[in-house]
């Protein structure tokens, strides 16, 4: 981050996200709030290279949004269909900047704001996939285009899927409210799949434009460095956290340079880790089982297995036996076959071969997984059925979706 | 306060018996419903409704005025049916959602959806 208007974008899309989640309240129409923040995010994008950033970036864009949103309300007020919707608004008062600076909030109010949003993007009326476009707009304030391409879309296509789901969140009623602490249970893993699916699932292409690309990963630790603020001592979010920053920390060794290829576990330089990260990350894990009253959730079970693996000195000094027991642990919470499959590899470690591909092939539904194949194929291998390993291998870089995790199975394939 | 129609939606080998000249007796636990959403002031209204075997379904074609086409059955063909509807009044979609999860068809192999209404223009 040395580029200076990058830096500047950042600061808009972080402090614009808070300014959202303010308006969305005070007006109660997100839709309305959005259009609103995205013009003062022009205007600030126009005038601060020019005049300086302000001393207060958020209390500049809070002005400007605001006054943006009555500019929006006047001209919709003149089409006669809209004018009960601006008939119910607050009345338009001079707009000096000293009387909407009296909106701003102290720092505990703009916190619930933003946990109010997080909950309505959350939400378990809409659909998964809205939610997570959704949090990426909201609470992340990228751009549509950038969302799209995560999600390989065209860009009308996401733009259609936010203004459904706007729409769901108006015409339903969905509240914008954090849950009262007895419901949180059932909302909580809502919010944390979001997040997590932001980390895991939402790639930028490798052809991506460098400048304009999106980290995700930073993206999602960020969010969950937010709830984590938000709501201090849920075990959930902490082990969500832990397991994202433990991830994040094998960065440096997770592809070669150059050339940017997946670099496997097994084979990662492990001194190339961010230790400081890894020890945080253990920190924050040993909160979160000081402070769970029962059975682990999924994301500290995770956590406890990226642990294993960031805290051992190589793969063969890995606590296989632990990570099996940490699997079947995972397995009663989320049932999934991607689990079932890291079960059976840590199995083959812990055990061998022969249990490995037993429990692979005890596996349904994963016939068009390239992994699963790669796996098979590590197993027969090792058990010296090689024509068998070599067949499996073929279909693996068959069913591989990117290019180089073809190329990194074509190499295993030459070994 | 947002009006929301609850539409149960029910198993339609249990929906009805086979002879829909019996009269039908409401199943376990929507009397009970109805006294809870009612003494809440919630209930602004709800039917049972004939079975899909009895509905009939309207179409016009050629716009407004067009020819009336009329055809016996229900709209959408499926494995559950629309029995029935509440009309609940509700703040938001969590409130009617609390409604909701206590009529009985979302427990016993059925559904209930929730649809905002639009209010008629008066």
Redesign the interface.
């Known amino acids: 981050m040395t580029d200076p208007s990058q830096e500047l974008a950042e600061t808009i899309r972080v402090a614009g996200a808070s300014v959202l989640a303010t308006l969305t309240r005070t007006f109660g129409s997100l839709q309305l709030a959005e259009d609103a923040v995205q013009e003062a995010a022009l205007a600030a994008l126009r005038t601060w290279p020019v005049n300086g950033v302000p001393n207060d970036p958020r209390a500049w864009l809070l002005v400007t949004a605001r006054n943006k949103a009555y500019d929006i309300l006047r001209r919709e007020a003149v089409r006669p269909a809209k004018e009960a919707f601006a008939s119910d608004q607050p009345k338009l008062g001079p707009d000096t900047a000293q009387e909407a600076l009296s909106m701003l909030e102290p720092d505990s109010a703009v916190r619930d704001d933003m946990l109010r949003l997080i909950f309505t993007c959350c939400?378990p009326?809409l659909a998964p996939e809205a939610r997570v476009a959704l949090s990426l707009r909201t609470l992340a304030g990228l751009d549509v285009e950038a969302i799209a391409r995560a999600f390989g879309v065209p860009e009308q296509t996401m733009a259609k899927r936010l203004v459904r789901a706007r729409q769901k969140i108006a015409?339903?009623?969905?509240?914008y409210?954090v849950?009262a602490d007895a419901?949180l249970p059932e909302r909580l893993p809502a919010v944390l799949s979001v997040v997590y699916l932001i980390a895991t699932e939402a790639h930028s292409p490798s052809s991506g434009d460098v400048v304009t690309r999106i980290d995700y990963e930073r993206e999602a630790i960020r969010l969950a460095r937010l709830l984590c603020e938000l709501m201090p001592g849920e075990p959930e979010i902490l082990g969500l956290l832990a397991l994202l920053l433990f991830s994040f920390a094998r960065r440096p060794a997770r592809t070669s340079s150059p050339g940017g290829e997946p670099v496997l576990l097994r084979d990662q330089d492990r001194s190339k880790w961010d230790h400081a990260m890894i020890t945080e990350a253990s920190s924050l894990l040993g909160e979160a089982v000081r402070r769970s009253s029962s059975v682990a959730g999924p994301y500290q079970l995770q956590a406890h297995l990226s642990a294993c693996h960031s805290t051992a000195p190589s793969w063969a000094g890995t606590d296989w036996a632990r990570i099996v027991a940490l699997y079947e642990l995972l397995v009663k919470v989320t049932a999934g076959a991607a689990v079932l499959l890291n079960r059976a590899i840590a199995l083959g470690e812990a055990e061998g071969a022969g249990a490995m591909l037993t429990a692979l092939d005890g596996i349904a539904g994963l016939e068009r997984s390239h992994l699963w194949h790669a796996a098979r194929a590590d197993a027969l291998g090792r058990l010296g059925r090689g024509e068998e390993a070599a067949a499996a291998l073929r279909t693996a870089i068959d069913l591989a979706p990117t290019a180089p995790e073809r190329r990194l199975l074509a190499r295993r394939m030459a070994q | 306060m947002?009006l929301y129609a609850a539409l149960v939606y029910l198993p339609g080998s249990e929906y009805w018996t086979d002879r829909p000249e019996e009269v039908h007796q409401p199943s376990d636990g929507y009397e009970e419903f109805y006294a809870k959403v009612s003494a809440a002031g919630a209930y602004k209204g709800g039917e049972a409704l004939s079975p899909p075997e009895m509905a009939t379904t309207i179409t016009v074609s050629g716009g407004q005025g067009g020819d009336v086409i009329v055809t016996d059955g229900p709209y959408a063909e499926a494995k559950e049916v629309l029995g029935g509807y509440f009309l609940l009044e509700a703040?938001?979609?969590?409130e009617?959602?609390k409604w909701a999860s206590q009529i009985p068809a979302a427990w016993s192999g059925g559904k209930v959806e929730?649809r905002?209404v639009i209010p008629m223009q008066k």
């Open positions: 939400h009326a015409t339903a009623r969905i509240p409210k849950p419901e | 947002a703040a938001d979609l969590d009617a959602t929730l905002p």
